[in-house]
């Protein structure tokens, strides 16, 4: 049975306000995602957060993004993903106002994972609205315009973040989110047509369950190990959780007569390096972004406009190059924008790095730039990867998957990172300030450093040893930046390589047109 749509009143230009929708509410999360970065070092100092909270307070949101999304778009395909995608516009709105009025750095990270409920419901319907609504060209200037809005985000977000956290609050760019939510909610509710799979089973709650229990314990030992070490019993516990329940989901899903994920779709190529592109894009640059936002503001002093406006060459760079990859989809194999795409981000990874105790934030201009154009490349194609492999009533599936993909590389980029960065910091100061009067103190100083707290550590330090402390906390920083710098340039290239070998043109599924349907009356109009 061939999946159903229901129409709202309108011609066919009434069909682009679909488009509309989508992207103004995809551009809130995204908007969410990049003034949150810039808002962590205020953040920080007015809740008193460790870096351990920080990652927290990224990761909360991206775990209930990644354990949500699969489970969303299975509610999607069976209730309606219009009426799903309301939904979650509504929650994911309560949970900002929740964020904003945060009195404390725990109930900031619960408040984080409420939102990000919201935001799976969102997620994971966005690209599935659009891969039902269009067929064709039409199609293909939908991606290109949904990859566009990506660009409009991040080009946007660290600037506008800044100007909301220096000019008023950290506490503004969650209250920010009420208009542009109000506005995305009232065209979905008079423009978007409800569509759904008639297949659907029921959603699949073994699969939620270990799924997210095991992804939660994974991420959780990641951390951990960032503030004790790997052999620590709470370490390898959470590892050893996360890898029978991982196990247990896949069992699950190959079992089950309704899965969440069908793991079959794995047996398509382009559909893999779909999911490792988006893997790959959030495990490298969206992850180091955390650490490079740290050290503007916290080492190189700047104010979080003035961070803003440097990282601003990054989100410049994606903005023009993603309105030229969009229009280029539809001309241009996903395979020769992604997979290249990729390997421009690792060289700009690489122009990253170097970075010592003298320079400048100019250091980090061209590899800014050249990280911008890699991303703006890879991102247009990368939606239609997530659902132009399979048929319009899986897409809710295959847009959830791909965009769990995404949350699981944040999620677990930035706590890996993180950990390496902690690592590499503390034995760096250890070995630095052995044999001084500081040396009984490096345990206090290497996590104050790994927050970015450096001032705060040479404020508290005697007068006679604040140099030497100076010296040894900004070097042993700088230097565990350039490490997870290479490590994330490393993340990017295998990613080209794999999605050049994977992606293939063949596995992509041409739509014919929509046959026209009977337009309801107003009251017949689904909610």
């Known amino acids: 049975m061939a999946e159903t749509t229901t129409p709202v009143p309108g011609t066919d230009r009434g069909r682009w306000w679909t488009l509309v929708a989508v992207c103004t509410g995809v551009f809130m999360l995204l908007l969410d995602v990049t003034i949150v970065n810039v808002a962590l070092p205020d953040i920080q100092s ?81 690209l599935a609205i659009l891969g039902t609504a269009y067929t064709g060209r039409d199609r293909g200037v939908a991606f290109g315009a949904f990859g566009a809005t990506t660009g409009v985000a991040v080009a946007i977000g660290p600037v506008l973040g800044g100007v909301l ?43 939620f369950v270990t799924f997210t229990i095991g992804l939660g314990a994974m991420v959780y030992g990641l951390i951990e190990a960032g503030r004790t070490s790997w052999g620590d019993s709470t370490v390898v516990w959470s590892f050893v959780v996360a890898a029978v329940l991982l196990a247990a989901f896949v069992v699950a899903q ?33 992850s180091l972004l ?97 659902v132009g492999v399979v048929t319009p009533d899986r897409a809710g599936m295959a847009s959830g998957v791909n965009s769990t993909f995404r949350q699981v590389g944040i999620a677990t980029g930035i706590a890996t990172l993180g950990t390496i960065f902690s690592h590499q910091v503390a034995d760096a100061i250890t070995s630095g300030l052995a044999g001084t009067p500081a040396a009984a103190q490096s345990d206090r100083i290497s996590e104050a450093v790994t927050g970015g707290q450096v001032d705060a550590v040479l404020q508290a330090a005697p007068a006679d040893v604040r140099p030497e402390i100076a010296q040894v906390a900004v070097s042993s920083f700088v230097d565990a930046l350039n490490h997870i710098g290479l490590v994330a340039a490393c993340i990017a290239f295998a990613s080209g390589v794999l999605c050049l070998v994977l992606i293939r043109d063949k596995d992509f599924i041409r739509h014919g047109a929509p046959a026209p349907a009977a337009v309801p009356a107003a009251e017949d109009a689904p909610v």
């Open 46 to 126: 007015d809740l008193d957060a460790s870096l351990s909270d920080l990652q927290w307070v990224i990761d909360a949101y991206a775990l209930s993004l990644a354990a949500l999304l699969l489970t969303a778009g299975s509610l999607a395909d069976l209730y309606g993903r219009r009426r799903v995608f309301v939904i979650g516009t509504v929650l994911f709105t309560l949970g900002s106002v929740l964020c904003g009025a945060a009195p404390s750095i725990g109930f900031l990270t619960y408040a984080r994972a409420a939102q990000g409920i919201g935001g799976a419901a969102m997620f994971a319907t966005a």
């Open 254 to 286: 190959l079992v089950q007569e309704h899965p969440m994920f069908d793991l079959g779709l794995l047996r398509k190529p382009t559909f893999t390096g779909g999911l490792i592109a988006a893997f790959g894009i959030s495990a490298s640059i969206f």
């Open 290 to 386: 955390t650490y490079l936002v740290i050290y503007l503001q916290n080492v190189l002093g700047y104010s979080a406009v003035q961070t803003g406006v440097r990282v601003l060459f990054l989100s410049a760079a994606v903005f023009v190059t993603s309105a030229i990859a969009g229009r280029l989809t539809e001309h241009v194999s996903p395979r020769w924008l992604i997979g290249p795409g990729f390997l421009i981000l690792g060289v700009g990874l690489l122009l990253m790095i170097g970075i010592d105790t003298d320079s400048s934030w100019t250091h980090l201009i061209p590899g800014l730039i050249v990280g911008g154009v890699g991303v703006g490349l890879i991102n247009p194609p990368l939606a239609s990867t997530a």
């Open 165 to 207: 956290v220096s000019g008023l609050s950290w506490r503004w760019i969650f209250f920010v989110n009420l208009p542009i939510c109000l506005v995305a909610l009232a065209i979905t509710l008079r423009k978007v047509r409800e569509s759904h799979d008639p297949r659907a089973g029921r959603p699949d709650w073994i699969g």
